[in-house]
């Protein structure tokens, strides 16, 4: 992972209510924490598609498959204080 890049990915698709939710605890806790993250979309990747369709929406931190269907946020409060990846 280069400096610079986000931190947090959120791997979801429009309209998914989990992704929503998963989406709320992420912007609190990059927020917090200063941290950047940002969001893409299944429905425009067929990489993303094929290897996360049954599991959206999934959380990836510095680049690494971190959660997925739920984000649990004392977990990902605890990865972001550890040095990137």
Not at 4 to 28: F, N, Q, S
Not at 50 to 70: C, E, M, S
């Amino acid at each position: 992972m280069r400096a610079g890049e986000p931190r947090v990915t959120l791997v979801g698709r429009p309209g998914c209510h989990l992704c929503d939710e998963a989406k709320l605890v992420i912007e609190r806790v990059t927020r917090e924490l200063g941290e950047s993250w940002e969001e893409r979309s299944i429905d425009d990747n067929d990489e993303l598609r094929a290897k996360y369709a049954d599991q959206i929406p999934v959380t990836l931190v510095d680049g690494q498959r971190h959660d997925f269907w739920r984000v649990d946020e004392a977990r990902l409060r605890a990865a972001l204080q550890s040095p990137r990846r």
